[in-house]
């Protein structure tokens, strides 16, 4: 054998578990909200699914936290902006339990900087 075979099989295990793991990578579910930087964050497209997502269950009405915010629609959250904002991107007390990307907290503040587009 040549002195260059054990390298070489070095080298290609190593992509071999490389491409393993970016190929688990592709599998894991994707970000709620995909964003480019400065795109235009609507309500229908972004905001209410991701809320859905990480709010609802406590604060959609009737669940446990809805009597500190009912996330019932649009205007239920315009209405409630500034403790959103407090809670989600102040104080970030809000998801308790849960996490926001990065993306998704700079989904959340671009759409109230951009006016809160329905
Ligand atoms: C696991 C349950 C849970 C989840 C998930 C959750 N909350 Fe809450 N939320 C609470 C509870 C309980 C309170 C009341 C106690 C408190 O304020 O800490 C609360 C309070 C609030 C308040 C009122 C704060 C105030 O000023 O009185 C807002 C606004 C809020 N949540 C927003 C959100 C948003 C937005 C999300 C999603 C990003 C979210 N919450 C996710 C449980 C939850």
């Known amino acids: 054998m040549s002195k260059f075979t054990y390298p070489v ?3 290609m295990m190593t992509l071999l578990i490389l ?16 964003e480019k930087p ?9 905001l209410q699914p991701l809320l859905q997502a990480k709010c ?5 009405p009737g669940n446990r936290a809805s009597t500190a915010w009912s996330f019932n629609g649009y205007t239920s959250v315009t209405g409630n902006a500034d403790r959103i904002k407090q809670a989600v991107l102040v104080s970030k007390t809000m998801p ?11 989904s959340i503040k ?6 809160m587009l329905q």
């Open 9 to 11: 099989i070095t080298i």
């Open 19 to 34: 491409s393993a793991c970016s190929k688990n990578q592709a599998d894991e579910p994707k970000p709620v909200v995909p």
């Open 38 to 46: 400065g795109t235009k964050v609507s309500y229908a497209e972004v």
């Open 56 to 60: 609802a269950g406590c604060h959609a």
């Open 96 to 106: 308790i339990g849960g996490t926001l990307s990065a993306t998704e907290l700079q």
């Open 110 to 115: 671009d759409w109230f900087d951009q006016g």
